[in-house]
């Protein structure tokens, strides 16, 4: 199921951010810091799983790591702008490669984190991106 290519601004989002790991364990984690701030979580374990999710509604952001089975989270992001979806998203990886994150940001993404997760930084890269997403409209 593909969702229908158009081009969505964050500020026509939701409400939800969306969470991309396939580290249940991970997801799980970022769903709860999400929540204890009131923000909504949907988690999904793939890229795969994540697409037919945008039938139903634009997230405000998306966080995905990079590193995942399918499609990486680079992949993810080409796929999204290739379609027209303007959804903020927050790249996670376990390495901090400065050409992946070159490429990372070449295409896109709002923000690069690398793991572990500094809790602050990824609440901050959050506000950043949805209030950038905000500003563009």
Known sequence: CQPTPMLVSASLASGWIAVVDDDVSLREAISSLLRAHSLHARTFGSAEAFLPAL???MPSCVIF???MPGRTG???LQHLRANGFQIPAIIITAGANPRLREHCEAAGASAFLT?????DLLLSAIEQATSSAREAI
């Open 74 to 76: 680079l992949e993810l």
């Open 65 to 67: 790591d990079m590193h």
């Open 115 to 119: 793991k572990p997760l500094d809790t």
């Open 55 to 57: 039938v139903t509604g």
